[in-house]
């Protein structure tokens, strides 16, 4: 099988996970602890790719967030970086094929992501305390199981294939 024959459905995967995000999420799921679709796609994208790349993408994936939620504009888009890095190489280091450890991947990206933005934005003592220790990991968890989910239902559309 050729590396392309498979990348119609992987895009479509993807166009998934957009639709989930930002169609479904603010119907169904209430709060902070609402799985975040679009990092999901993040992470799938990092562990596909090489670093450099998924920063790049990590950076679109961040502004899309700010041009979003303005408040500390530039925050999503160095913490989305950082994480799409990260992941990038740990696939190096993990074997992404497995479906727990890219669930495990993905909530690790989500609690990073949440640190940075919340450090970054100058967040106060109190509530980041509350944000670090309560509502990042419900969000981590709550992305790791959709994700598992996710990948479980469409295993064919997010094969992921290893790269040298």
Not at 10 to 23: C, E, I, S, T
Not at 41 to 47: F, N, Q
Request: glycine content about 10%; hydrophobic content about 60%.
């Amino acid at each position: 099988m050729s590396p392309r024959r498979g990348n119609g459905r992987l895009y479509l995967g993807f166009a998934v996970l957009l639709a989930l995000h930002f169609y479904l999420r603010p119907r169904i799921f209430d709060g902070r602890a609402a799985p975040d679709f679009l990092l999901l796609a993040l992470m799938l994208i990092a562990v596909r790719t090489k670093p450099g790349l998924a920063a790049l993408a990590g950076f679109v994936v961040g502004v899309v967030n700010d041009v979003l939620v303005p408040a500390h504009f530039g925050v999503a888009a160095l913490a989305h970086t950082i994480v799409a890095y990260v992941a990038s190489w740990g696939r190096l280091v993990f074997f992404p094929d497995n479906v727990l450890v890219t669930a495990g991947l993905c909530a690790a990206g989500v609690w990073l992501r949440n640190a940075i933005v919340l450090l970054a934005s100058g967040t106060p003592a109190g509530q980041l305390s509350n944000g670090l220790l309560v509502w990042a990991p419900l969000q981590a968890l709550t992305t790791a199981a959709a994700g598992m989910v996710l990948l479980l239902v469409l295993r064919d559309w997010f094969a992921i294939r290893l790269e040298g």
